[in-house]
């Protein structure tokens, strides 16, 4: 996958996301929705666009257990 | 030494080491009132020694950095010092500055905020006297033969350390804007701008020791340097929290002090990656170790015991106990004692010619005085912890309190006493080299 | 692989640089630790943040989101073709990223100024005080990287590799950041 199907699948996800808050906002599930799909493209940014996907497993997984670490404690906290 | 006024630098650090040995000597004092044997009550109250102790911590740091300046100086600028007759009018104008103070304290003359304490005529002669030291640095700087970042870091530490203290001069009618700006001076030094000075040194001790090309050392400390400086002067927002301020300090506050231990981590990690990257490997073991130990401690005792009682939460029960006490020690220690034992434990041996780096003084003295502090450190936050619980949570009386934290003196009184074991090793190491002779000119012979 | 990379990737060496990676991770921590002591100051006043929330238009947000993937996309584009010794496209690739920082930046103003002829300032409710302090730390990194990106152009013909891809590290940051506050503040309450 190129930089630019990288770039069109964002946009895409960032669609979908807004599209599922605007048309759903009384879901319970909305919240950790929402953030999962703002979690795939914050993996997607650093692997693709900041190159990651060749830096070493402890950076990967650095940034993957940053990821998880955010959307577990999100998901606890939220309302 | 590759000029003859670097020498300046010693006669700065050995008047800090005396001072140093008399801010030790005051704990003591304070360290036997709080065990209960408050025997020199008559002579040296309490708030005295407390006045007394901090303010010779302010004191002889500052001399270690402008001792440091001193030397750092005219090899970053590649020239003599400007003026060096007027570098000693000045030290000793300080010193008798500082001296008067502490004569005033135990007079009975002061102004009552806590380090702030010094007389107001004399905040001016401090002023004076600071203003002939950034004249005599700045113009050595300014006509130097080249321009490096570290020298340029380290003077907008010095003169940034000099306009804060201004704002504690100024007298407010309300309490909360009074607060407000008591924050400024020392709490915005140690948080703040007094990091671009340990910045500036840790720099050039890390070039000098590991050998690591300056380009890449300068290029990266300064950015951990500056994110450090940021949310220290953020972070300040965690004194801010229930003194009358709008609520978002609360926010600022917490989220900085969140910033301020990483960033601390990772400015250890830098040292360490530097120290591991270098392929130099200069016969001064002991500097190294001060100044990796320094990154390291600075993180613990500033960092991470900073943090524990910066967040909301807990410094609405903490602020103002010993919980403070225990974080103060061992960050004063270890982001600013260290590298000023680093800055001596580096330059001592090519001021004096002699190379007594590696003697069982100077190793002693490093792991005697850091396991002493770390279990001062473990005292203080016993008592704090204690403190907080019986005072402030369950309402009994402060003196009370203070009866049943008396046997955690014990330990800590102890522990100190390990600690002073350790500076009087590295003091007695400081009286080995002698004094500084221009026999011992040359560059550093590692570089060669 | 297409470029030089080396197959076995080493720990201390990502792409990019050691440091730039450190500074990533504590930045992210930071602004992680920001975002969820804001859920859960907004959980216990659910109705505030909602109400508040429903005050911001997500249009803005959504077309600053566009502007800023754009903008990372050219980066890593420029990226890609330094790699490949193709300055020139590097150079225009470089001024597209810029181009979406600013635009970034603009419509920020717009949204700014609308808040506050609104009276939605950083004292108004929680809810603000969190939109203000976020957005505008988040700013100030933009306004930062925005100046790495106007040195590697000026650069461009001199820099070394790794202070470029480095630079771009850092203008990617702001663009991580925003990807998780953009749906925590626009979207979610």
Known sequence: MNHLATYLFLLALTA?????????????????AVMALATIKFLLVAFRFMEMRRGHLIWKACLVGFATLFLAFLVVASP | MKFKTQKIAYWFFAPALLLLVLQIVYGFIMGFA?????????????????????????????????????????EEADREIAWPKLAYVQLISFLLVGVTAIVCYHLNIWEGRKFLEIPRPLDYLVVANVLLFLANIGWTVWNGKRFTT?????????????????????????????????????????????????????????IKLTGVDREIVEKWLYIIVGLTFISGILGT???????????????????????????????????LYMARKGGRKHPNKTALTWTLGCAIMSFVGAGFLGFAHTLPQVNLWTHGTLVTAMHGH??????????????????????????????????????????G???????FAVAGVSQVVLER????????????????????VLAAALFTVGILLFVLNFIRYGRPTDEALGADPAES | METDAPLRPRLLEPPGGFFIWMLVVLELATFGVALIALVICA??????????????????????????????????????????????????????????????LGLKGVEYADKISDGQTLGSDPFFTWYWLLTVFHLMHVLVGLVILGVLLRRLSTIKSEDFEAGGVFWHMCDLIWLLLFPLLYLIF
Not at chain 2, 393 to 412: A, N, S
């Open chain 2, 237 to 271: 927002g965690h004194h801010y929290y229930y003194i009358g301020v709008p609520r978002y300090w609360l926010i600022v506050g917490g989220i900085f002090s969140a910033l301020e231990p990483l960033a601390f981590l990772g400015m250890a990690i830098y040292a």
């Open chain 1, 16 to 32: 979908v996301s807004v599209f599922v808050a605007e048309r759903f906002p009384q879901l319970d599930l909305l919240p950790p």
């Open chain 2, 373 to 379: 502090m770390v279990a001062m450190t473990g005292a």
């Open chain 3, 43 to 104: 959980r216990n006043d659910p109705e505030t943040y909602h109400q508040s929330r429903l005050l911001l238009d997500p249009r803005y947000g959504v077309a600053n989101t566009v502007f800023f993937l754009t903008s990372g996309y050219f980066m890593a584009e420029s990226v890609r073709h330094f790699h490949q010794s193709d300055r020139p496209r590097a150079r225009r690739c470089l001024w597209l990223a810029i181009a979406g920082g600013l635009a970034f």
């Open chain 2, 150 to 206: 570290t020298a340029i870091v380290l003077y907008m530490g010095l003169l940034a350390a000099a306009l804060l203290y201004l704002p504690g001069m100024i007298t407010f009618d309300n309490q909360t804007l009074d607060s407000f700006y008591r924050w400024w001076v020392v709490h915005l030094w140690v948080e703040g701008v007094w990091e671009l000075i340990m910045g500036g040194i840790l720099c050039f001790l890390l």
């Open chain 2, 330 to 371: 061992l960050a004063f220690w270890g982001a600013y004692a260290m590298i000023v034992f680093a800055m001596m434990a580096y330059s001592m041996p090519l001021m004096t010619g002699r190379k007594l780096w590696d003697t069982a003084a100077s190793n002693y003295g490093f792991w005697i005085s850091n396991i």
């Open chain 2, 34 to 74: 709080h065990m209960g044997f408050d025997v020199l009550h008559d002579i040296i109250p309490f708030n005295t020694a407390r006045a007394v102790h901090t303010n010779l911590l302010v004191v002889w740091l500052l001399l270690g950095f402008m001792g440091a300046a001193h030397y750092i100086i005219p």
């Open chain 2, 393 to 412: 949570r369950t309402g009994i009386d402060f003196l009370e309190v203070q009866k049943e934290v008396e046997p955690h003196f014990f330990g800590l």
